[in-house]
């Protein structure tokens, strides 16, 4: 429920703090002492157009702040939640409105963008009033009503679900049918380019091998001269005369060994290294020779792998997977008719399936309907339309597939026998219209109703019984959900738990006015009371009076 709500420096108001209660709360004050200042504030704070006409002369920026108490389960926290909003304790709503116009919108601390403000805001507050373009006279909301109302949500998930599975089987059929459509125009083509790629056998990564192969051979005759001329110079008589010289000092190694052993070991060390170099260039030389006509059979892969790269347009690394795209291409012509023929079925069957959840859901809805018309006829006497009727207006089409169903739903009123029914917003007047938002939101008072309910001025132009039938539903409909009435009639203000009264003060030092609230207890409430009885001068008549409507609606 809201718990507070405060203003800063909106039209009249400087600053402004009230706190709600549940049940039925009242505001009452003179014409123009600021009551549509205090609803059109209201409704910025959830989500409302913004105004810089609103900011009070004078001022750079206005601020509204909302908070609501509500179960952690309720949907407007799930709304905070998908927004990255924290909705830990009270959900606070708050827009700062500046006077170029511009304005700012917060949840529990936490920039938003009005839409989501909005979301929220519907969420938790519903406004009815005499010229409200929101909540119940909107129709794309009546459809969800009457699904709450007679508990349809059961057959309206099934509706949604075989509308998912319509929606699926449509664009899978829609997909291969384009698939095939495109293929077939192409099919001789394809099945010449299957057949070329197939032959060809591409592999992925086989470009830059061959590459690098090919290269290797065109510089190995290069490098086997130099590995040869390397292998004649480390082999042959270099080899010989080391050889010789080193058994003539092996021979004098006697005479002066500590002479001559150095030096047989450092030749016997070069005549060793030698043999290695030897033994290494040999193995690299047969490394180095190749088959010239595997370098032709190299330079033939590559210029057929890189002419069928410029054919189809793709790097030779994707023809590998373009021969694979084109030969299920080919597959799907080939096996098309009797793909699209299993996805046909499987369309037909979805929508056959839709169409069977739908009508049950359509039948639910009329049983719900005609329950609905009965229940809302039956608070319409005491409201002084006892010769209006409400229906709810059902249009059927078997073609939609829509996933809440194949049902238009509209509520229509005829305000006299004898005129022509037609939608509510258009057949009743501002007074009458508000007298059916209140039947129909008594009747749907715990039928997932907004948590808070604000209902300005539905007591225009009515007076005795009818004010006093208005009263008596706001009253049972606060029993189910907090409600909020701004009001001229006595006999809706005395069945308020809580009474606010809002009237325009001098600013002290200053020649402007300020709308300022309080809350009335009992003898000023009384007092209240009688003013809206009796007028300008309040009698002893009317505060007898007004305390005979306290009496009865405490009893």
Not at 431 to 457: C, H, N, Q, W, Y
Request: aromatic share 4%; glycine share 8%; proline share 4%.
């Amino acid at each position: 429920m809201l718990s507070q709500l405060a203003i800063r420096d909106i039209v009249l108001i400087d600053k402004l703090v009230l706190n709600f209660r549940d049940g039925l709360s009242v505001l009452t004050g003179e014409t123009g002492a600021g009551k549509s200042i205090l609803l059109d504030a209201f409704a910025l704070a959830l989500g409302g157009r913004g105004d810089g006409r609103l900011v009070r002369h004078g001022e750079g920026q206005g601020a509204v702040t909302a908070v609501f108490d509500v179960p952690l389960d309720h949907p407007a926290r799930a709304l905070a939640a998908e927004a990255e909003i924290d909705t830990e304790g009270d959900l606070i709503l708050r827009r700062v409105q500046m006077a170029d116009g511009r304005t700012r919108a917060f949840v529990n601390d936490q920039a938003v963008g009005v839409q989501a403000l909005r979301a929220i805001g519907a969420a938790l507050v519903e406004i009815h009033g005499q010229h409200d373009d929101r909540a119940l006279a909107d129709p794309t909301t009546h459809r969800a009503i009457l699904d709450a109302f007679g508990g349809l949500q059961g057959p309206l998930g099934q509706v949604t679900a075989a509308a998912r599975r319509v929606k699926v089987a449509r664009s899978a059929l829609s997909e291969h049918r384009a698939r095939v459509d495109a293929a077939a125009k192409e099919a001789d083509f394809l099945r010449h380019a299957v057949a070329e790629l197939e032959i060809l056998a591409p592999e992925a990564g086989e470009e830059t091998i061959l590459a690098e192969r090919r290269t290797v051979m065109q510089q190995s005759e290069k490098v086997a001269r130099e590995l040869n001329e390397a292998i004649e110079a480390s082999g042959g008589a270099i080899v010989s005369h080391l050889s010789s010289a080193l058994r003539k000092l092996e021979r004098r190694s006697a005479q002066l060994p500590a002479l001559v052993e150095p030096c047989v070991a450092a030749l016997d060390t070069a005549l060793t290294a030698l043999d290695e170099a030897h033994t290494i260039l040999d193995v690299a030389l047969r490394e180095a020779e190749f088959d010239p006509r595997e370098l032709e059979r190299v330079e033939e892969r590559l210029f057929a792998l890189r002419a069928a790269s410029r054919k189809y347009q793709v790097p030779v690394d994707d023809l590998a997977a373009l021969r694979e795209r084109y030969a299920a291409d080919v597959a799907a012509i080939d096996a098309g008719e009797e793909a699209m023929a299993g996805l046909e079925r499987t369309l037909a069957d979805a929508e056959a399936a839709y169409a069977k959840a739908a009508t049950r859901l359509t039948e639910g809805r009329k049983r719900a309907a005609k329950a609905l018309d009965a229940a809302v006829k039956a608070e319409l006497p005491p409201l002084k339309l006892e010769r209006a009727r409400f229906i709810t207006e059902i249009a059927t089409d078997p073609e939609s597939r829509d996933p809440a169903g194949m049902d238009r739903v509209e509520f229509w009123a005829q305000t006299n026998p004898g005129t022509r029914p037609g939608p509510m917003m258009k057949v009743a007047s501002g007074g009458e219209l508000s007298r059916f938002m209140l039947a129909l939101k008594v009747v749907l008072a715990d039928k997932g109703s907004a948590p808070t309910l604000i209902f300005d001025e539905i007591d225009t132009g009515v007076g005795g019984a009818v004010a006093d039938a208005i009263g008596a539903r706001l009253g049972r409909l606060s029993t189910q959900v907090q409600v909020v009435a701004v009001t001229h009639a006595p006999q809706v203000a005395a069945r308020a738990g809580t009474h606010f009264l809002i009237a325009k003060d001098p600013v002290k030092g200053s020649d402007r006015v300020a709308t300022r609230v309080a809350s009335l207890e009992a003898p000023a409430r009384r007092e209240e009371i009688a003013r809206m009885l009796a007028g300008a001068t309040v009698t002893d008549e009317a505060r007898a009076a007004a305390a005979r409507l306290l009496q009865a609606a405490d009893a």
